[in-house]
């Protein structure tokens, strides 16, 4: 199984950047894992936020390969500690055949097409984060999962 995170927009901080990329790097050790991101719309502010939602839908469903398994990144999913999420991602990976991508959408969330596509949707907490932190505390928390799973000393409980 391969793990792709799929975004909307660059991740212009390079503090974010350079965090994102380290564990992306450790992840590497576990489970081959890219980050693919679709570049934000051009004049995004004079565009309705339903059309906007629509056309980012797009975007990401043309990223998306048959037999790839979608899960959503949303305020409304399935909520975890680190375990349980070590434990999803331990069936994830005796279940998906080919990709399981996680996907962070554009400000306005996901177009109705992306919901209808994606098996299920996880959140990472209950509060906003902006999307450059949401990326960076979802490639921590998937590294964190890989340690629990092969019984590492990164994780305490």
């Known amino acids: 199984m391969k793990i792709a995170l799929l975004v909307i927009g660059k991740t212009d901080k390079t503090y974010f950047v350079d965090a994102i990329k380290e564990y992306a790097d450790r992840l590497q050790h576990y489970v081959p894992f890219e980050l693919i991101v679709i570049p934000d719309l051009k004049n995004a502010k004079n565009i309705p936020e339903q059309q906007q939602k629509e056309k980012e839908g797009d975007l990401i469903l043309k990223n998306i ?88 000393p990164y994780h305490h409980e």
């Open 65 to 152: 390969q048959l037999g790839d398994e979608l899960v959503l990144l949303d305020e409304r999913g399935k909520e975890f500690t680190s375990l349980k999420f070590a434990d999803y991602m331990a069936r994830k990976m005796q279940t998906v055949s080919k990709r399981l991508v996680f996907v962070i959408g554009g400000p306005y969330g996901f177009s109705e097409e992306v919901y209808k596509k994606a098996k299920e949707s996880v959140t990472l907490s209950r509060m906003t984060f902006s999307h450059q932190m949401v990326r960076l505390v979802f490639v921590e928390q998937l590294y964190r999962a890989m340690t629990i799973l092969r019984g590492e």
